[in-house]
């Protein structure tokens, strides 16, 4: 049988307010739970990850072993045959340098440029020489009649 005494909150807060700073007998009073000094009784305080307070942060403590392959990867620009249909006309040489004039890629010297197969390609360009260019590319290239030269074949 349901009463008041045995009634149960369905909906509870998940911790009660904890009151502070209510004098000495509260149980929280004076210094509220914070104990004495240092960061964490401060005002403001907020935890930054992996501060370690006065001891070395942790990716100076632990020791560095093995090998990354990471500096010597090599990034490539991909340009579309669309792209390069779009933008040159017949007869012209498609380079690193034509690309940069014409505004297809910034001057980004450590990246190579790769050709990539979206697209077709209508225009009678003299050649393509860039770094690389994928297998579609390179078939749908040599199909409409233009020469290309890869430096590294990819």
Known sequence: MITLSNLKDLNPRKNPKKQ??????????????RGHKGDK??????????????GAPPHKVFPTRGFSNAAFKVEYIGI??????????????VTRETLV????????????IKVLGQGEIQKKLRGISLDAATA???EK??????????????
């Open 41 to 54: 009784s401060r005002s403001g305080y907020k935890t930054r990850p992996y501060y370690t307070g006065a």
């Open 80 to 93: 579309n045959l669309d792209q390069i249909d779009r933008v040159f006309q017949d007869g012209e040489e």
């Open 20 to 33: 502070v700073g209510r004098g000495v007998g509260s149980g929280k009073g004076k210094t509220c739970g």
């Open 141 to 154: 290239i040599r199909n409409a009649g233009i020469a290309l030269t890869v430096t590294k074949a990819v």
């Open 101 to 112: 004039s014409k505004g297809l890629i910034s001057g980004n010297r450590g990246k190579r």
């Open 136 to 138: 579609s590319a390179a």
